[in-house]
């Protein structure tokens, strides 16, 4: 089962940020958060990952809790193109064969 | 970079008979791994390979699924004899440890119809 929970569905205006929501409350002190994305009818994409500080990509932000309890993945600036299923996942670095997709937060970008 | 490359794209079959998906990862990747996903079960590993060695096969669903890596530029996932519940999009991806991180790169997938 995924380690992850994370809302159903999002909306979100073209041109805005994007804030994506995820809680592991229950992540070990060497798991990693990962966050893919499938576009429809495509394979997942990678997008980012992070262990305690706050990371950032040219695709989006990653902002972990203090805690580590909960993450946000941000887009700063969403396009009709960023509509897709984003997965949070929790994993141990470089375990490899760990990565176990949950239902995602389905988000929808809208003009 | 080409990416994983998957082949066929799109299959359609008749049940009872034998499919079999094929993969290309990326050059240098020494994990491979085959997801299944479907609208019921999301999406699930079924087997990785670390350099052509299978690690872990638990997610194979059962004896009818066979996958192989003869080397480490092909794998494939073959399903003998195929059922109508074994229609599903099929995932191949690639990965290489000594990034230190889980970051697989996904083909583009076969969508396999089973009749």
């Known amino acids: 089962d995924a380690k992850t929970t994370q809302p159903p569905s999002m909306d979100c205006a073209e041109g805005r940020a994007a804030n994506l929501p995820c809680n592991h409350s229950?992540?070990?002190?060497?798991?990693?958060v990962y966050w893919y994305r499938q576009i429809h009818s495509q394979g997942p994409q990678y997008i980012i990952h992070g262990l305690k500080n706050n990371e950032t990509n040219e695709m989006a932000s990653l902002i972990i809790t203090e805690d580590r309890k909960s993450s946000t993945l941000i887009l700063p600036h969403a396009t009709l193109r960023d509509t897709a299923v984003y997965y949070c996942i929790v994993s141990y670095g470089g375990s490899q064969g760990n990565l176990i997709f949950g239902k995602g937060t389905k988000l929808s970008v809208k003009p | 970079d080409a990416g994983v490359i998957q082949s066929p794209r799109h299959e359609v079959t008749e049940m009872g008979q034998e499919v079999t998906l094929r993969c290309k990862p990326i050059?240098?990747?020494?994990?491979l791994f085959w997801y299944r996903q479907t609208m019921m079960r999301g999406l699930e590993l079924l087997i990785y390979f670390n350099n052509n060695v299978p690690i872990d096969d638990s997610g194979m669903p059962e004896d009818r699924f066979s996958a192989k890596m003869p080397n480490a530029s092909f794998s494939t996932l073959k399903i003998q004899p195929s059922e109508p519940r074994d229609s599903a999009v099929y995932f191949c991806?690639?990965?290489?440890?000594?990034?230190?991180?889980?970051?697989?790169?996904f083909g583009p997938g076969t969508r396999l119809t089973v009749l």
């Open positions: 229950t992540i070990s002190g060497n798991e990693y």
């Open positions: 991806a690639s990965s290489t440890i000594w990034t230190l991180t889980d970051t697989q790169y």
């Open positions: 050059s240098g990747h020494d994990y």
